[in-house]
């Protein structure tokens, strides 16, 4: 069965930083696309970044330079190291794997950009 979990959401303020980990099913952890989305309340699901086929690496626009997604094989973890956070960046984000051709998503934690 695969499982995502993801963790590390909260409340911050502008310009500060946090990490979300998202643990993943170990047999699909090393074959899966995988990678974080965002919903911000009243929009669409969107990408924030995620590795690809062939271990490349895509970000949204919106986060580049300040967001950084990394994959520890041994822990079987996905992380997004947020940066120079901005209200904007408030939403709810999710973990995604692609396995076997179907898209798996994780429950989502929260995070609240605010003073």
């Known amino acids: 069965q695969v499982q995502l979990v993801e963790s590390g959401g909260g409340l911050v303020q502008p310009g500060g930083s946090l990490r979300l980990s998202c643990a993943a099913s170990?047999?699909?952890?090393?074959?899966?696309?995988i990678g974080w989305y965002r919903q911000a309340p009243g929009k669409q699901r969107e990408l924030v970044a995620t590795?690809?086929?062939?271990?490349?690496?895509a970000y949204a626009d919106s986060v580049k330079d300040r967001f950084t997604i990394s994959k520890d094989n041994a822990k079987n973890t996905v992380d997004l190291q947020m940066n120079s956070l901005k209200p904007e960046d408030t939403a709810v984000y999710y973990c995604?794997?692609?396995?076997?051709?179907?898209?798996?998503w994780g429950k989502g934690t929260l995070v609240t950009v605010s003073s």
């Open positions: 590795f690809t086929i062939g271990a490349n690496i």
């Open positions: 170990g047999r699909i952890f090393s074959t899966a696309t």
């Open positions: 995604r794997a692609v396995y076997g051709g179907n898209p798996y």
